[in-house]
């Protein structure tokens, strides 16, 4: 069966379709790190209004998956300046777990990587934990290739790194 799915740039009006899909990628990311991914009301307030604030910005670009004026899936991007080289940066993807594996993050991917060669843009970069597999998939799908890895060890006597609760 074809799934009739509409791609788009948000506008404000989107964001609390938007923050339900964050939250979602939130639960979903419990499984890697849940104390990071505990997150205060005030956290996602802040959130919301740095989205908000992305939507006017030219160096960003928040697109949406849309089936019958429901979103369900979105993309962030932006653009940052490293010396003299732009490089496009993936914020956030998720893509409401009813409708994975059917090609949406893909082209949700594709658009953005779009967007970052208009930007001018010569490398495009995202983060991803080592045992996120579909989305490392998806990514390798897309062109990415594994570049490094992110090493962290606790100091002192902090029993929980939770910068977001
Ligand atoms: C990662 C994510 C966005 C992918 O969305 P999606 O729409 O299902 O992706 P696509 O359908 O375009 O591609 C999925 C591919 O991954 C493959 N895949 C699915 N589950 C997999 C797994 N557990 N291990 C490896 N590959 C897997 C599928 O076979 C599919 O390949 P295909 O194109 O040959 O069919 C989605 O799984 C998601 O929202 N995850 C939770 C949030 C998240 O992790 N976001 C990424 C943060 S960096």
Sequence with gaps: MILMIHIRQAKVKDIDQI??????????????DRQ????SRKWWKIKKASQIKALKKSSDLILLAEKNKRVIGYIWGYVEKMAK???????DLIVTSQYRNRGIA???IKRM??????KKCVISDV?????NN????VYEKTGFVKQNYRMR?????VKSFSPFS
């Design 106 to 108: 893909t082209r949700l």
């Design 134 to 137: 579909p989305a490392i998939d």
């Design 127 to 131: 983060e991803v934990y080592i045992k």
């Design 85 to 91: 080289f732009n490089v496009g940066k993936i914020q």
């Design 153 to 157: 060890l606790k100091l002192g006597k």
């Design 36 to 39: 990071f991914y505990t997150v």
């Design 113 to 118: 990587l779009k967007f970052f060669m208009t």
């Design 19 to 32: 923050h339900q899909l964050d939250k979602e990628s939130v639960e979903y990311h419990k499984k890697f």
